[in-house]
């Protein structure tokens, strides 16, 4: 059978490829898609295609790799080939939209055979229903409407007032350091915040000490011991035999005499200044050089003229007064930062803060010098023990959880409070106190029952009734839809009660 072969081009659409077709006179026409651009893939263009060929009496085929044009193309019925040579050797099935055409074609060609002049026989009706049937039948449906309507339409909103009381429970309460969790028994855990303060303060001294003011001098004889001369140069230190000893230096150099018992005066003067370098006659006698074998000395006459002056001094009770003063301040200090370092709800469990540690305690002047003032420079570590607010309202809501009554009752959210009814007491690391959580319940209605109990019910009496059986302390709101309806629904499901 002859085909008309036709290449398609990348730029082709439906309506290029149409017009290539209708120059086609043959039973068969085989489109090849070109190797490069997809073209035709849409389902509609290939019914489009399809149903063109079969106006013309052609059949349709197509050569193609494309995966979509292969899948479109079974979906129609298109005979769809991977080559030209395959289009050639292979046969061509005819579409199924072919078959189902010439059926259709067929089915319209056939006349029907209707017989327009035949009319069903009016024959064997029923007899009408009797007037007053009829109207019984209405009535009744009219009464049945509206007792529905009675059932459904009116509906009822009831409000009912709110009843709430206070509930209070008084806890023992007991917080350590070894706690790590809350427990309902009144156990929670202390917390250590700590905080570094320093503080500088002056003092006027209040005391006195003597200083050396002037040196004590005299005279010393020296005798020799041997039979040739000695001397004995200038700052040669002698001193006295007490514990501890005096000591004094010769102002000048002196050469004693060959011979025993030769003799040689030179002035003394005590090495350090003040009183303690006056000595009785006779108390210098020790040489404090080699010339000590060759030589004895004293002093004929007293050694005077040391004297001592008072200057200020701070007393041991001004560092006592300035320690305390500073430490307080200290105190005070410490309080106010761990105050701020912890949340207003958060118990501070002790009414002052412990020194944990001083890091520097500096006097200036140091114990025993002079000075007009005493200055000290201090630095302590302060520790304070904190029950933390979180805890005490876990502790509270665990109560209030645990407190609840059986009945229908519940708390209101927001309404727990915590008040310490006494200071906390603390011993080492465990405080103890009274703890007050008091919050509010409200009433929880049981809507159905309330509701089932309201049905039918008179509204000027439903006020008293509901007032009276659960001793309410103001009368409920009653609404009623329409508001001339002279009873609450029938249905409880059409009464909403509220409260």
């Not at 005499?257 to 370098?277: I, S």
């Not at 540690?357 to 114990?367: K, W």
């Not at 409070?417 to 009274?434: C, D, F, K, R, Y």
Request: one cysteine or more; a negative charge.
């Amino acid at each position: 059978m002859k085909t008309q072969i036709i290449q398609l081009e990348s730029h082709d659409e439906t309506i290029s490829v149409k017009d290539k077709i209708e120059w086609s006179q043959t039973h068969r026409i085989l489109l090849l898609w070109p190797r490069r651009g997809k073209i035709l893939r849409d389902h509609l263009d290939l019914v489009f295609l399809e149903r063109h060929c079969a106006s013309l009496g052609s059949q349709l085929a197509l050569v193609s790799k494309d995966p979509e044009v292969h899948f479109h193309a079974r979906q129609i019925g298109i005979p769809v080939f991977k080559t030209r040579r395959d289009a050639q050797r292979k046969p061509w099935r005819r579409s199924w939209r072919y078959y189902q055409r010439k059926r259709l074609q067929k089915k319209a060609s056939t006349p029907r055979e209707v017989d327009l002049s035949h009319s069903p026989r009016k024959e064997n009706r029923p007899p009408e229903t009797p007037l007053w049937k009829r109207l019984g039948i209405f009535t009744v449906s009219v009464f049945a409407v509206l007792a529905i309507a009675a059932l459904l339409l009116p509906s009822a909103k009831v409000q009912l007032p709110p009843q709430s009381h206070w509930v209070e429970n008084v806890l023992q309460v007991q917080a350590n350091a070894q706690t790590e969790y809350v427990h309902l028994s009144g156990l929670l855990p202390a917390h250590e915040v700590t905080t570094n303060v320093e503080k500088r303060a002056t003092l006027p001294s209040s005391g006195t000490m003597q200083i050396p003011d002037t040196f004590a001098a005299g005279r010393v004889v020296f005798s020799n011991l041997t039979a040739h001369a000695i001397t004995i140069p200038q700052n040669t230190i002698l001193s006295t035999l007490a514990d501890p000893p005096t000591r004094f230096e010769t102002l000048s150099q002196v050469v004693v005499p060959a011979g025993l018992g030769e003799e040689a005066e030179v002035k003394v003067r005590a090495t350090e200044p003040g009183a303690n370098g006056n000595q009785d006659a006779e108390t210098i006698t020790a040489i404090g050089s080699s010339l000590g074998a060759d030589l004895k000395v004293t002093n004929p006459e007293p050694i005077t003229g040391g004297a001592d002056m008072l200057i200020p001094s701070p007393s041991a009770k001004d560092r006592d007064t300035l320690t305390q003063a500073v430490l307080d301040e200290l105190e005070t200090n410490a309080l106010n930062a761990i105050s701020d370092k912890i949340s207003p709800e958060d118990l501070l469990l002790s009414t002052a803060p412990l020194i944990k540690e001083i890091e520097l305690q500096h006097y200036s002047p140091a114990e025993g010098q002079p000075g007009d003032e005493l200055e000290l420079t201090m630095r302590v570590q302060f520790s304070a023990w904190v029950a933390r607010g979180d805890d005490l309202r876990e502790l509270g809501q665990a109560t209030m959880a645990a407190s609840q009554p059986s009945d229908n009752s519940q708390p209101i959210p927001g309404t727990l409070h915590i008040v310490n009814l006494s200071t906390p007491t603390l011993q080492g690391e465990e405080a103890e106190w009274e703890l007050l959580v008091m919050w509010q319940n409200k009433t929880v209605w049981d809507t159905t029952e309330i509701a089932q109990f309201l049905v039918g019910q008179n509204p000027l009496l439903v006020q008293e009734l509901l007032t009276e059986k659960y001793t309410l302390d103001h009368q409920p709101v009653i609404s009623l839809n329409p508001a001339w309806w002279p009873r609450l629904p029938f249905l409880p499901f059409r009464v909403d009660v509220e409260g």
